[in-house]
């Protein structure tokens, strides 16, 4: 079944607690990305990765960090969060052909307390 | 500015009632216009891609339509489980932003019975 899988689905940790949200797809897509999506303000990309080793900052990278070292594999890193960073997050991915379908992960809701 | 605006911000309407969501974009290069359905607590769920000015997709009760400036959905004869949160989405071209994905704020769609 194809799937994009992000954990933890849920967590709750202290402001400057390093953190890394896990994304996996089994799709061999190309294309990764993440978004955050709060009250009133829609989804918002944080960051983006066209193929293994390339990434880009999305709307909104500050206090994000991302790797791709592997084709399936898109972590999320914050380095030290803030509470401006409880959130639910999105993981997401597609070919990276112009168009295509891009699938989404469950969410992981984050509380930065 | 690249700006992708949804209307009406929420949108009831009683089982049976067609009516239309809208999607205005100012994005120049426009690569795929999304739609997506969101329920509470879940990662969007993929309903349409469209390209072109003029190209029409279907599915079920409804219908999206896409031109130079705007996309619709139609919503024919809705029922109770057509109730979500509605986003469009559109991905484009241009200097470092070929990967981006630029998402409305959403309609909230609610079906009385």
């Known amino acids: 079944e194809a799937q994009v899988t992000q954990n933890p689905r849920y967590l709750i940790t202290v402001t400057g607690k390093k953190l890394t949200v896990t994304c996996s797809q089994n799709m061999n897509h190309e294309y990764m990305s993440w978004y955050r999506q709060d009250p009133g303000l829609g989804l918002r990309q944080i960051y983006y990765s066209m193929n293994v080793e390339v990434t880009d900052k999305g709307d909104v990278p500050e206090g994000y960090k991302v790797s791709r070292k592997e084709k399936r594999n898109f972590p999320l890193i914050l380095e030290s969060p803030s509470p401006n960073q409880t959130s639910l997050y999105f993981c997401a991915s597609s070919l990276q052909r112009t168009g295509h379908t891009i699938y989404f992960g469950e969410g992981s809701w984050l509380t930065v307390v | 500015e690249d700006q992708v605006t949804q209307s009406p911000e929420a949108l009831r309407l009683q089982e049976g009632e067609s009516s239309s969501l809208n999607c205005s974009y100012t994005v120049s290069g426009l690569r795929g216009l999304f739609w997506y359905r969101q329920d509470p607590g879940k990662g969007p769920e993929f309903l349409f891609t469209?390209?072109?000015a003029g190209e029409e997709k279907e599915k079920e009760r409804l219908k999206a339509t896409l031109t130079k400036k705007e996309s619709f959905l139609h919503i024919t004869a809705p029922k109770p489980e057509d109730s979500a949160t509605y986003l469009c989405?559109?991905?484009?071209?241009?200097?470092?932003?070929?990967?981006?994905?630029?998402f409305g704020q959403g309609t909230i769609l609610t079906v009385h019975p």
């Open positions: 469209l390209y072109s």
């Open positions: 989405a559109v991905r484009y071209a241009g200097g470092t932003s070929y990967g981006k994905l630029t």
